[in-house]
């Protein structure tokens, strides 16, 4: 077992690039690899593995790492990508113990990685707890962390502490992380405010306080779902 960082990129919308934009998309999608490609090895990772529309890399180094994905971040901003638009990638950067066999990474740290890039957006860097524990103190001045707080990602069942990675050249500003916490029920989104059953209200937080199951019945339209 070794302690590494490892680097997880995906295109964002890359099913809806390659069925509009195929032919566009077979060279984009090789100056993609190239690009990510350079500023790995230039930051002193290797990566090892690709998963169609993204890379997965292995840092020894926690500041290598964050170096590396911001250098991507800018390379790919910063080309002319023709008729497909703007090409972005998401980023997730993760650390821990993992065990190497016949030239690939295994273990938990990388599943974790990849559920962590799966919660972000295009343009976006984000970074586990583990990281900025690792490399909070050893990044340059233009570089930083925002904290988005707790999350809970697919399929694991320990939250994660998420960290946007900041620096000179990134986009700032993203949508809510798509996590588990941005969904908590199967329940439809209020699209409008909710005017009266106060009464009603109170009496069901009141019940709810008391028993672990209430039951709301009723016509439909008078607000049990709301």
Do not use: C
């Not at 890399?57 to 500041?63: I, L, M």
């Not at 588990?180 to 209020?190: H, I, K, Q, Y």
């Amino acid at each position: 077992m070794s302690l590494s960082v490892f680097l997880f990129s995906d295109i964002e919308g890359s099913t809806r690039l390659w069925a509009a934009h195929g032919a566009d998309m077979q060279e984009a999608l090789q100056r993609h690899d190239t690009l990510l490609g350079a500023a790995v090895i230039h930051a002193g990772g290797t990566v090892f593995k690709h998963t169609g529309d993204g890379v997965v890399a292995r840092f020894e180094s926690d500041v290598a790492a964050i170096e590396a994905a911001v250098a991507a971040q800018v390379a790919l901003a910063g080309q002319d990508w023709g008729a497909i638009g703007q090409l972005r990638a998401r980023i997730g950067l993760h650390a821990g113990e993992a065990q190497s066999r016949d030239g690939d990474w295994f273990g938990p740290v990388l599943n974790r990685a990849a559920r962590l890039m799966a919660v972000g957006h295009g343009g976006q860097i984000l970074a586990s707890g583990a990281v900025h524990a690792l490399a909070q103190d050893g990044l340059a001045s233009e570089m930083g962390f925002r904290d988005l707080g707790m999350h809970r990602l697919r399929d694991l069942a320990e939250p994660e502490h998420v960290f946007q990675v900041t620096a000179v050249g990134l986009a700032e500003s993203f949508p809510p992380l798509r996590s588990l916490d941005g969904s908590r029920t199967n329940l439809p989104g209020a699209l409008s405010s909710f005017l009266g059953r106060e009464r009603e209200v109170r009496e069901v937080v009141q019940a709810l306080r008391y028993h672990r199951l209430v039951t709301l019945t009723g016509p439909g339209g008078v607000g049990k779902t709301r």
